[in-house]
């Protein structure tokens, strides 16, 4: 899934389990120019991903009571 973060171009390539959590969220894993980052998924704007991710994404952000 290809996501930006921070203004910059980013390949999401998983989830944190052990960084997540109530006060900090759902971490994600992200990969720029070969290094692996995390970054809160509520940070991320998506910009592409497969529909399946689409659905999980949506309601998550619904969750947040960010809809838009």
């Known amino acids: 899934m290809q996501a930006m973060v921070l203004g910059e171009a ?3 390539v998983g989830l ?3 960084r ?3 006060r900090r969220g759902i971490i994600a894993r992200v990969r720029k ?3 692996e980052y995390t970054a809160a998924l509520a940070e991320l704007d998506i910009v592409e ?3 399946v991710s689409a659905e999980w994404l ?3 952000r619904c969750w947040l ?3 838009g």
Do not use: F, I, Q, R
């Open 33 to 35: 120019g070969g290094l």
């Open 58 to 60: 949506g309601a998550y």
């Open 49 to 51: 991903s497969d529909p």
């Open 16 to 18: 944190d389990g052990e």
């Open 65 to 67: 009571g960010d809809e």
């Open 10 to 12: 980013v390949t999401v």
């Open 20 to 22: 997540s959590g109530l």
